[in-house]
């Protein structure tokens, strides 16, 4: 039986975190970053137990590494090019086994090992459920997106195919049987890595960043499909004042995909994709996916508010994407 929270002690839990940042960076109770002419961006996110993670479908590993990502994820879709670093809240009850905790923070700092950043702070609590509320700060690049960015006749474009992570999460919930529904092995095994492991499109970024024709000034709309695809429409459109149309034959589906309304609800819906969706004019839209061989063009931006239609003039009826309160409720 490993040592449990309350056996360690805060102080003794406090020395063992402080391993997971650079040396001295836990001693004082505040993080000084060195003065920076870029913009400071700042993002935070809440996982909780049974919402956002679970022991059944996430290790300790996976759930510290998804916090960090997810941040992350929408640091990148702002157009943060550098990564300050991350603090962490961590609330757990009493009982909680510091192997657990302890693969967290591995999974945290793998993350950052790999996308840049540092533990810089963070706070811990007992409480009754087990939470991780992440802060994660970075630097702007030249181009700030922002939702509000669209524009009528922008192309809505994606970094990748959606529905994977959902996909993932189904099969380790034993939801959906991968041989009745003819599943391929790839397929199967993309999808469980996209949901434990999600990575920050920041690659997506710098080539977008890349490619921009000289003539268009740093302009464009983005989010990322944190909370689905649609979701990430509905979510320029709002903010922008524009509806879309998207295209039905450019559904973003992974390759072997199967047919079928279900599937292409996940696809659309599922959630926690973590792709850019971004609102670009129609040159930098073509440079950007002639130097993103994965990436998809969905449709256009309109200028009828809030309008969210398919290209044969149907409105698009699918559930609007994963809201976490409705699943409380
Ligand atoms: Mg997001």
């Not at 090019?81 to 905790?101: F, K, M, Q, R, Y």
């Not at 959902?166 to 391929?184: F, I, M, S, W, Y």
């Amino acid at each position: 039986m490993s040592t449990s929270l309350a056996e360690l002690g805060e102080a003794e839990l406090l020395r063992r975190l402080a391993t997971f940042a650079p040396p001295g960076q836990l001693d004082d109770d505040t993080a000084c970053l060195a003065p920076d002419p870029r913009s400071l961006i700042v993002n935070t996110d809440v996982l909780v137990d049974g919402v956002h993670f679970s022991d059944n479908t996430t290790s300790a590993d996976d759930a510290g590494w998804r916090a960090v990502a997810a941040n992350l994820s929408d640091l990148a879709a702002s157009g943060v090019t550098s990564v300050d670093g991350i603090t962490v809240g961590l609330v757990a009850p009493g009982h909680t086994s510091w192997n657990w905790v302890e693969g967290v923070y591995s999974g945290i700092s793998s993350a950052l090992n790999q996308f840049g950043g540092v533990l810089l702070g963070g706070d811990c609590s007992a409480g009754a459920n087990r939470l991780l509320a992440i802060t994660a700060l970075g630097r702007l690049g030249p181009l700030r997106l922002l939702r509000s960015d669209a524009k009528p006749g922008d192309v809505v474009v994606t970094s990748g195919a959606h529905g994977l992570s959902r996909l993932g999460l189904a099969l380790l919930q034993r939801e959906v049987d991968p041989a009745t529904a003819g599943l391929n092995q790839v397929l199967q095994e993309r999808a469980i890595q996209q949901h434990r492991r999600p990575v920050p499109r920041f690659d997506a970024l710098h080539s977008l960043l890349q490619c921009k024709p000289s003539g268009l000034p740093w302009r464009a709309g983005g989010t990322d499909s944190s909370d689905g695809l649609i979701a990430a429409v509905q979510g320029l459109c709002r903010a922008s004042g524009c509806g879309a149309v998207l295209q039905q034959s450019a559904i973003p589906r992974p390759n072997g995909w199967p047919q079928g309304e279900q599937w292409d609800r996940w696809c659309l819906s599922g959630g926690e994709d973590f792709e850019l969706v971004l609102a670009l004019p129609p040159a930098w839209a073509r440079a950007w996916q002639s130097s993103m061989p994965g990436s998809y063009c969905l449709g256009r931006m309109t200028a009828e508010p809030d309008r969210i239609i398919w290209n044969d003039g149907s409105t698009l009826t699918l559930n609007s994407g994963y809201d976490h309160f409705q699943t409380m409720t």
